[in-house]
Structures are given as C-alpha cells and as structure tokens.
C-alpha cells in the first residue's frame, strides 16, 4: 500500500530537489564558460566578452592542437599511462589492503607494518632524492618513471583497508574451512563485494594520471614521450617564444588563436575522458551507497 506523504516531507523532497539542482548547475557552469572562450574569437577572449556563449564562433584553438603528430603521440602516451598505472595501482593497494585489514594475531608485525605505510603519508624523501632514485634505478626518459615512483597510494590503501574490515569475518572462517586459502579468498570473496570501492579509487587513480604534468618534465628527456597534459603545458610555456620565428602563413591561419583561447581548449580536452568515464563508473558509486546502508 502506498502510503501518503506528509506536506513537510513534500517541502523537504522540493527542496532537496533544487537544492541538488542548483549545486549541478553550478558544476556545470564552469565548463560550459571554459567551452565558451575555447570555441571564441582572440578578440572576444581577450576583451573578456565570452560568458555562457561563444562569440566570434572558431575552432581554431582546437585545430591548432589536433592537427599536430605531437598532440595525438601525446595523448596516446597518457592513454597508456593511465591504463598501466591504474591497473599497477589497484593491484597494490589490493594486496596491501587485505593483509593489514586482519587482526594482529592473524597477521604478525600488522602495527609495525601499518606505521610503516603510515609515516610515508607525513614524511617524503624530497624532489631531489626521488629524481636520484628514479635516476638510479634506470627509469628516467620511460613510461614507468610516471607509475613506480607513487605505484602504491598510501591513503587508497587506508580507504580499502577499512573497507576490508567491514566484511563480516564469517566469510573469511567459511572459506576456510572449505579450504580456501588466501588467494582465494581475495580475489572469490573480497574482490566481487568490493567493487564499489575499488570504483572510487579507481577513479581517483585516473584523475591523478591523467591531470599529472610535472613529472613528465622531470624524468623524461624525449618531448615525444610526453604525456598530452604535460605537451600542452609545455606548448603555451613556448607559444610566445615560438611567435618570433613563425611564418606569415601560420600567422594568418591564428589570426582568431590567442594564448587564453588555447589555454581553456587545453582545460577542456583535459577534463572531457574523466568527465565520459565518470557515468561508467557512477553505478558503482550507487550501489556502494545501497550496500553501506544495509545494516543486518
């Protein structure tokens, strides 16, 4: 039987409605401005006249940066990274996770091993000891100089062992006497009911790859194995230097092209993979909530 609704929750669902609302729209907002400036004119950017509608409508910003070897080489370059870095990432945290999440006597030095992880989440070695580590190990000027150094995130790690510690232990005791060992049980029980966990660290994963510039100007000495958001800030840092050299006819062809135009196309086409891979993964971010919420 449905049951009548209240006028308070009524006013509350109403509310709560636009509230939700209001806080997308704002989101969104930021986005569509920067779309805006990239898809307008030099002098409409510039003359700060763009708000939620291009003016002087061109694509020349983003023609200027698909139509160079550079930027497709670059992009693939970050489409493998983030896949073989996410996949390196989740695997440890993983198996990192599920040990410290037992008790300490199932799993001797577990304290000394937790404050191990956890001084390095206060305490770095520095920029210049890690570009000598990397340095020595062989890595610099390759793809793994942009995934071994942080390989393991300490505090996705904490996130997943909490989570780990959630699981009824009743599971853990049924598999064993089944005779299960502990590969097993990771990856038949604690990987399936983890899943929307490993969604949101997973996704924070890609955004960190992805979104990371600076150490591509540190370990690599080759600009062709750049990452793309690593290219880009290396293309507006010498867009000006380039304006002295460049010819009569690629002046005319960036005639509507200004550096606050190719700097927002640069934000945006940074921004858009999360922004599609984002709905994908919502559904886990769903049923983590459902899940989380059922007390038994």
């Given at each position: 039987?449905?049951?009548?609704?209240?006028?308070?929750?009524?006013?509350?669902?109403?509310?709560?409605?636009?509230?939700?609302?209001?806080?997308?729209?704002?989101?969104?907002?930021?986005?569509?401005?920067?779309?805006?400036?990239?898809?307008?004119?030099?002098?409409?950017?510039?003359?700060?006249?763009?708000?939620?509608?291009?003016?002087?409508?061109?694509?020349?910003?983003?023609?200027?940066?698909?139509?160079?070897?550079?930027?497709?080489?670059?992009?693939?370059?970050?489409?493998?990274?983030?896949?073989?870095?996410?996949?390196?990432?989740?695997?440890?945290?993983?198996?990192?996770?599920?040990?410290?999440?037992?008790?300490?006597?199932?799993?001797?030095?577990?304290?000394?091993?937790?404050?191990?992880?956890?001084?390095t989440m206060f305490f770095g070695g520095g920029l210049i000891p890690t570009y000598i580590v990397v340095k020595n190990t062989g890595l610099i000027d390759s793809i793994l100089s942009?995934?071994?150094?942080?390989?393991?995130?300490?505090?996705?790690?904490?996130?997943?062992?909490?989570?780990?510690?959630?699981?009824?232990?009743?599971?853990?005791?049924?598999?064993?006497?089944?005779?299960?060992?502990?590969?097993?049980?990771?990856?038949?029980?604690?990987?399936?009911?983890?899943?929307?966990?490993?969604?949101?660290?997973?996704?924070?994963?890609?955004?960190?790859?992805?979104?990371?510039?600076?150490?591509?100007?540190?370990?690599?000495?080759?600009?062709?194995?750049?990452?793309?958001?690593?290219?880009?800030?290396?293309?507006?840092?010498?867009?000006?230097?380039?304006?002295?050299?460049?010819?009569?006819?690629?002046?005319?062809?960036?005639?509507?092209?200004?550096?606050?135009?190719?700097?927002?196309?640069?934000?945006?086409?940074?921004?858009?993979?999360?922004?599609?891979?984002?709905?994908?993964?919502?559904?886990?971010?769903?049923?983590?909530?459902?899940?989380?919420?059922?007390?038994?």
């Amino acid at each position: 039987m449905r049951h009548k609704q209240s006028i308070s929750r009524k006013l509350f669902i109403v509310f709560n409605t636009l509230l939700l609302a209001g806080i997308t729209i704002l989101s969104i907002i930021p986005f569509i401005h920067l779309l805006s400036i990239s898809l307008s004119s030099n002098t409409a950017a510039s003359a700060g006249e763009v708000r939620l509608w291009p003016v002087g409508f061109t694509f020349d910003a983003y023609v200027y940066l698909g139509e160079k070897v550079e930027f497709f080489r670059s992009l693939w370059v970050s489409v493998k990274r983030v896949v073989l870095g996410t996949i390196v990432n989740l695997f440890l945290v993983f198996i990192t996770a599920y040990p410290l999440s037992k008790t300490n006597d199932r799993f001797k030095f577990r304290t000394l091993y937790v404050w191990f992880f956890a001084i390095t989440m206060f305490f770095g070695g520095g920029l210049i000891p890690t570009y000598i580590v990397v340095k020595n190990t062989g890595l610099i000027d390759s793809i793994l100089s942009l995934i071994l150094p942080g390989a393991l995130n300490v505090w996705n790690m904490v996130l997943l062992l909490n989570f780990f510690r959630s699981i009824p232990k009743e599971l853990d005791e049924a598999a064993t006497i089944d005779g299960a060992g502990h590969w097993t049980i990771l990856w038949k029980i604690y990987l399936p009911v983890s899943l929307p966990s490993i969604a949101t660290i997973g996704l924070f994963t890609i955004v960190g790859h992805w979104n990371a510039w600076f150490d591509g100007i540190l370990y690599l000495n080759s600009p062709d194995k750049y990452p793309l958001q690593t290219y880009l800030s290396t293309l507006i840092m010498s867009m000006n230097a380039q304006m002295s050299s460049i010819s009569i006819e690629q002046i005319k062809a960036m005639e509507n092209l200004s550096e606050k135009t190719l700097k927002t196309a640069q934000i945006f086409m940074g921004a858009l993979p999360i922004m599609i891979v984002y709905p994908f993964l919502q559904k886990y971010f769903v049923k983590g909530i459902i899940v989380g919420s059922v007390k038994e």
